[in-house]
């Protein structure tokens, strides 16, 4: 799949969208209605209402990449349906992708380390 070299963040629409739009039109609801800025390297991810399809919209510093996927078997696993922005760690966009269930990918927890006195 193509995606944008390093750190990713990765940001989900939790409401379903028309899957007729296109990159502009996704690029569009980004702005206005999430409020949150399409050309910044973020990926977006939306869902359409059938929950065996997915699509991906993010800016990759020379024009917005838009990919579309539909799983053969299965459905993707969603949160529950309301408006609004879900933020997803790498891992759990790469299990989501897979058609896995990302809500069961934690991050590792790290402990700061102790100060010395």
Same mark, same amino acid.
């Given at each position: !799949? /193509?995606?944008?070299?390093?750190? +990713? ?9 028309? &899957? $007729?739009? *296109? !990159? ?8 206005? %209605?999430?409020?949150? =800025?399409? &050309?910044? *390297?973020? /990926?977006?991810?939306? $869902?359409?209402?059938?929950?065996? $399809? @997915?699509?991906? /919209?993010?800016?990759?510093? #020379? *024009? #917005?990449? !838009? ?13 529950? /349906?309301? =408006?609004?922005? !879900?933020?997803? #760690? ?6 989501? +992708?897979?058609?896995?269930?990302? #809500? ?5 927890? +790290?402990?700061?380390?102790? %100060? @010395?006195?």
């Amino acid at each position: !799949m /193509i995606l944008p070299g390093g750190p +990713i963040r990765v940001l989900m629409a939790t409401k379903p969208v028309d &899957f $007729r739009k *296109g !990159m502009d039109g996704l690029a569009a609801l980004v702005k206005e %209605e999430l409020k949150t =800025d399409p &050309f910044s *390297g973020v /990926i977006y991810v939306f $869902r359409a209402r059938r929950s065996n $399809r @997915v699509k991906l /919209i993010f800016w990759d510093g #020379t *024009g #917005t990449v !838009m990919v579309s996927k539909r799983l053969g078997e299965g459905r993707f696993r969603w949160p529950r /349906i309301e =408006d609004g922005l !879900m933020r997803l #760690t790498p891992a759990q966009f790469g299990a989501l +992708i897979e058609g896995l269930d990302w #809500t069961r990918v934690h991050g590792r927890r +790290i402990q700061a380390p102790q %100060e @010395v006195q």
